[in-house]
């Protein structure tokens, strides 16, 4: 999922500030003991979700696609006083794992993690979110973003992570069957590219940010 060369990619997180000791052991422990580890944000990428969230000052926030929580942690740093976080996930047998990182860290107060299907529990939420990070099922994504988008606020941000597939949108060949995710990541990207109610940037960090903003 990494596209810049190693050396490159090294030289960047040693030149951004480093995550914190409770995200790092979150990092180690992820990688040890939990089968797909390679969903976790990480590093660099946390560090930039972090600063999208201090940037806006973030009072409300909706995460689809809690994991073990790192990329929560990461946003729930910028949230103001007051401010929270959503997360949703539908997996419970990583709740006591996830839940044990966001109760030992300074933002316990400021995150609201919620096991169930993500579809049922956004219809029912009455916040207006200043930032949306989409993490989840790749097939449900534009649902996903048709469910919150009347909930964003304007200037708002919807943030959508693996759009670049591990490069299997860009590598296409042609009259090469395409499978099921990789399509749907394509008519993701081009829904998100040409809705005229936000102004977009596919960033290729990590494996790839769709950053939309509501105009």
């Given at each position: 999922?990494?596209?810049?060369p190693q050396?490159i990619?090294?030289?960047?997180?040693?030149?951004t500030?480093?995550e914190?000791?409770?995200?790092?052991?979150?990092?180690?422990?992820?990688?040890a003991?939990?089968?797909?580890?390679?969903?976790?944000?990480g590093h660099?990428q946390g560090?930039?979700?972090?600063?999208?969230?201090?940037?806006?000052?973030a009072?409300?926030?909706?995460e689809?696609?809690?994991?073990t929580?790192?990329?929560?942690?990461?946003l729930?740093e910028g949230?103001?006083?007051?401010?929270?976080?959503?997360?949703?996930?539908?997996?419970?047998?990583?709740?006591s794992f996830?839940?044990q990182?966001?109760?030992?860290?300074?933002?316990?107060?400021?995150?609201d993690?919620?096991?169930?299907?993500?579809?049922?529990?956004?219809?029912?939420?009455?916040?207006?979110?200043?930032?949306?990070?989409?993490?989840?099922?790749?097939m449900s994504?534009?649902?996903?973003?048709?469910?919150v988008?009347d909930k964003?606020?304007?200037?708002?941000?919807?943030?959508?992570?693996?759009?670049l597939?591990?490069?299997?949108v860009?590598?296409?060949?042609?009259?090469?069957?395409?499978?099921?995710?990789?399509q749907?990541?394509?008519?993701f990207n081009?829904?998100c590219?040409n809705?005229?109610r936000t102004?977009?940037i596919l960033?290729?960090l990590?494996?790839?940010l769709?950053?939309?903003?509501?105009?």
């Open positions: 999922m990494e596209f810049l050396n990619n090294d030289y960047s997180e040693n030149h500030s480093p914190s000791e409770l995200l790092a052991k979150l990092n180690r422990e992820t990688h003991k939990i089968l797909q580890s390679r969903m976790l944000s660099l560090r930039v979700l972090a600063m999208f969230s201090h940037m806006m000052q009072k409300s926030v909706l689809i696609g809690t994991y929580g790192y990329s929560a942690l990461c729930a949230l103001v006083e007051g401010g929270k976080i959503i997360t949703i996930d539908v997996n419970e047998e990583l709740e996830t839940k990182f966001f109760d030992d860290s300074e933002y316990a107060d400021k995150i993690y919620r096991i169930g299907d993500a579809a049922e529990i956004i219809p029912t939420l009455e916040e207006v979110f200043d930032i949306v990070f989409i993490d989840a099922d790749k994504y534009t649902k996903y973003y048709d469910l988008f964003v606020r304007k200037g708002g941000y919807i943030i959508s992570d693996n759009v597939w591990s490069g299997k860009a590598n296409i060949e042609q009259g090469k069957k395409i499978d099921k995710d990789t749907n990541l394509l008519d081009k829904m590219h809705d005229p102004e977009n960033m290729p990590r494996d790839g769709m950053i939309s903003r509501k105009l």
